[in-house]
């Protein structure tokens, strides 16, 4: 019965480099899974697959999941997630040194196929970018709910008090009581295009200066969280919006770009294996922002491990099972 193959955060590093690196794993994680009653159809006995993410939890935790999956329907599974770097992590799906990674939608379009304009419909922006990624070599399969993008927050209190629902309201009582306009930024968002600057033309209101204070990455959920502003930056996947309690503010103009998360496969070696696409489908079908800020939390609140965090939840799914 295949084994689920685990790298080394250390060995993941240096595959990042995309130089001389071995794809031998040197332990198993110590258990075996088999097919649940919800699994999806297709078998890949036999078949190696090599499975990459990105360094941060959430792909951490998507990588273990689809790991988890593809050995259960008989896949020889290498793993390579946490790969550090968007960059690094694109170019070795390319180079072929993996075989799939979930990617989103926004990022692609952006940052990897150099597009100026986010298409703001979600399937518009995912039939675009697949069609665009198959002459790098790439197939795009099914995208999933999962749609980590910006918002804004605000703790329960404050969108009690305030009766705040959506960007436009925000921008009114901007306009109507501006000392209640009070806002936590990264340092990133407050300059991009894309970020507050961005907000603020499209939805037509000024913030002062002196209203707007600006943290390190992370730090804005604590600070949001602490009272230090009534409104927040956030990713609307974050398991801190659990675990802090906060409410999310529609973005009612749709501003943001979208960035749906999908499995990316080399087209190579999805004709070569197309039983991906059917093993993956129940996967993709789960994955919707709820969910993941549910797992995330369990990660970056709790502390418990990806790996165990991914398992659990496919078995209480039915998508694995203990053989």
Not at 134 to 161: H, I, P, Q, S
Not at 171 to 200: H, N, W
Not at 288 to 310: C, F, H, I, K, Y
């Amino acid at each position: 019965m295949p084994k689920l193959k685990l790298r080394t955060a250390a060995v993941a590093a240096v595959c990042a480099t995309l130089a001389g690196c071995g794809l031998s794993s040197d332990f198993a994680l110590p258990l075996d899974v088999v097919r649940g009653a919800e699994a999806g159809q297709g078998d890949l006995s036999g078949v190696q697959i090599i499975v990459g993410s990105k360094d941060f939890t959430e792909q951490i935790i998507v990588g273990h999941l689809t790991e988890f999956v593809l050995a259960a329907a008989g896949a020889d599974v290498v793993d390579l997630t946490n790969i550090q770097g968007s960059n690094s992590s694109r170019q070795a799906l390319v180079s072929g040194d993996i075989d799939i990674q979930w990617e989103y939608t926004g990022t692609a379009w952006v940052s990897y196929l150099g597009q100026s304009a986010p298409i703001p419909d979600e399937q518009e922006q995912f039939e675009a970018v697949r069609e665009m990624d198959r002459e790098n070599g790439l197939e795009w399969l099914d995208y999933a709910e999962l749609n980590n993008t910006y918002a804004f927050a605000m703790r329960k209190e404050v969108a009690a008090r305030l009766g705040v629902e959506n960007t436009s309201q925000i921008a009114e009582l901007v306009k109507s009581q501006p000392q209640e306009g009070t806002f936590c930024l990264e340092t990133e968002f407050i300059s991009r295009d894309d970020g507050f600057p961005g907000v603020q033309k499209a939805y037509g209101f000024t913030v002062p200066p002196g209203n707007v204070k600006i943290f390190g990455s992370g730090a804005v959920y604590a600070a949001l969280g602490n009272g230090a502003c009534n409104f927040g930056e956030v990713y609307t996947t974050d398991g801190r919006i659990i675990a802090l309690d906060l409410v999310l503010i529609e973005d009612d103009r749709k501003f943001f770009p979208q960035y749906n998360i999908a499995p990316v496969v080399r087209t190579e070696f999805l004709e070569a294996n197309p039983q991906i696409r059917e093993v993956l489908e129940p996967l993709v079908e789960r994955m919707d922002n709820r969910t993941m800020q549910e797992l995330s939390a369990e990660v970056d609140v709790d502390g418990a491990d990806p790996v165990e965090v991914a398992r659990d939840y496919l078995l209480e799914e039915g998508v694995i099972a203990l053989p």
